[in-house]
């Protein structure tokens, strides 16, 4: 993964993202010039932005009263207003955890959370062409991945990619909990495409790191009794949510989905949800942060996709070394989908051809991936 130095990642010297943080840098540094405040809430702190020096500040969607708003616009400081009757914060400083999501899920169902209310805005407004809806949109998605750049910093970040089809309750999506639980436990950040399927397996792996054989056992019953998420998001996130409340202590993961596709919702065992309007944002970002490799479960269209949208700068070593790429199911690879052929073709020669690996099982994905990260390594399968 390319981490930004700290004096580039500005979040503990300038950026300021929670209330703690505001009180925090107003005891200690007496001024807030040259800072960015983003998405807090200083309607109570009326006291403190008149006392304070705010020149060269910047307040992106900080709601905070009239004359407070004044006297900090005198300092020089730049205001962006909250934007009223959103269902999301585009200046939002932090990633979104499920419980944001799907606020209002056991009242009103899946229709009624943020979720599904920004879907059905995006829907709205994305055939009008209207450069406001668009900019908001942008600047919802930088934000976000801002908020990722933080959380992932100096992480070892491995990627697990999956279709969304493969259903709870089968040996398929088991193994992805599995592959998931193994990972996390040997020390890596689990990020996935934060949708149902595979990518749900590999969340609720991660979720299960810190417990035993016995409660991943029980979640994959409790989830079986709403295997996919048609016809009833609601009973399928409600599944989750149950395992979640039964096992609150979960082990951290990332999911980075979209509203792009928003008919998929997010699976609520990531830890932190990194959600984008623009799909072409999310599957670049998701894959340049994975720097301790990808492993690839079958998977259709999409999928293949990921493969070469992860294989292209490994080739043109665009972000640096080659990152490890292991492909499960032999069969599925080279037979019904025969992308490993062509994935082989395009490495050979090439210092990419040692970070790449084919296994059948998905048992061996993690040997593999650890195999093929050890720099010594000048073999592929």
């Avoid at 407004?125 to 908020?147: C, E, F, I, N, Q």
Wanted: net charge negative; charged share 25%.
């Amino acid at each position: 993964m390319q981490t930004m130095p700290a004096h580039a990642a500005h979040h503990d010297d300038h950026e300021i993202e929670t209330i703690e943080e505001f009180d925090a840098t107003v005891s200690a540094r007496g001024t807030l010039a040259g800072f960015r405040i983003q998405a807090v809430d200083l309607t109570d702190r009326t006291r403190e932005l008149l006392a304070t020096d705010t020149a060269e500040a910047v307040f992106l969607g900080c709601p905070m009263r009239p004359e407070a708003a004044t006297k900090i616009r005198t300092d020089g400081a730049l205001v962006f207003p909250p934007v009223p009757g959103l269902p999301f914060d585009p200046y939002r400083g932090l990633l979104y955890s499920p419980d944001e999501l799907f606020a209002s899920l056991s009242d009103g169902g899946y229709e009624a959370t943020p979720d599904a209310l920004a879907y059905a805005w995006l829907q709205r407004t994305k055939a009008d062409r209207d450069v406001y809806a668009s900019m908001l949109r942008a600047v919802h998605d930088d934000s976000v991945s801002d908020a990722l750049d933080e959380l992932l910093s100096g992480a070892r970040v491995v990627g697990v990619m999956g279709g969304h089809a493969m259903a709870r309750g089968t040996e398929a999506y088991e193994g992805a909990a599995r592959l998931g639980r193994t990972l996390a436990r040997s020390g890596l950040k689990v990020a996935t495409g934060g949708g149902p399927g595979a990518m749900e397996a590999a969340n609720l792996g991660a979720y299960a790191a810190p417990y035993d054989d016995a409660m991943l056992a029980e979640s994959l019953q409790l989830l079986a009794k709403a295997p996919k998420f048609t016809p009833s998001i609601t009973d399928w996130a409600s599944a989750a949510f149950e395992v979640r409340t039964r096992w609150p202590r979960g082990g951290p993961s990332v999911g980075i989905p979209t509203w792009f596709y928003g008919h998929e919702p997010p699976n609520p065992f990531a830890s932190h949800i990194a959600k984008y309007f623009a799909n072409a944002t999310r599957e670049d970002g998701l894959l340049a942060r994975c720097g301790a490799g990808v492993v690839f479960l079958p998977g259709a269209a999409g999928t293949v996709q990921e493969i070469f949208d992860n294989a292209t700068p490994n080739y043109y070593e665009s972000r640096g070394e080659p990152t490890p790429m292991v492909l499960v199911d032999r069969a599925h690879w080279t037979e019904r989908l025969p992308t490993w052929p062509l994935l082989r073709s395009l490495a050979r020669g090439r210092s990419m051809e040692a970070r790449i690996a084919l296994v059948d099982r998905i048992e061996e994905a993690p040997e593999a991936l650890a195999r093929l990260g050890d720099r010594s390594n000048t073999s592929s399968d």
